[in-house]
C-alpha cells in the first residue's frame, strides 16, 4: 500500500502528458503525503486535522 494515505486512502490518479504533437501519454499523479509520527497523510487530511473543533 505504497503513496496511499493511512487516514483517508486517497491514492494515485490517472493523468495524461501531452506533447506539442498533441501526442498523450499516460503517467500517474501521486497524493501530497507527509510523514506525521509514523503515519503517511496527505496535505489535507493534515488541514483537517488541525482544524479547531467547535
Keep these: 500500500m505504497a503513496r496511499t494515505c493511512d487516514r483517508c486512502g486517497k491514492g494515485s490518479q490517472k ?7 498533441n501526442i498523450k501519454t499516460i503517467r500517474r499523479q501521486y497524493p501530497n503525503l507527509q510523514k506525521v509520527g509514523d503515519n503517511k497523510l496527505c496535505t489535507r487530511c493534515i488541514r483537517t486535522l488541525a482544524k479547531p473543533t467547535a
Excluded at 15 to 21: G, K, M, T, V, Y
Design 15 to 21: 493523468s495524461a502528458s501531452r506533447s506539442h504533437s
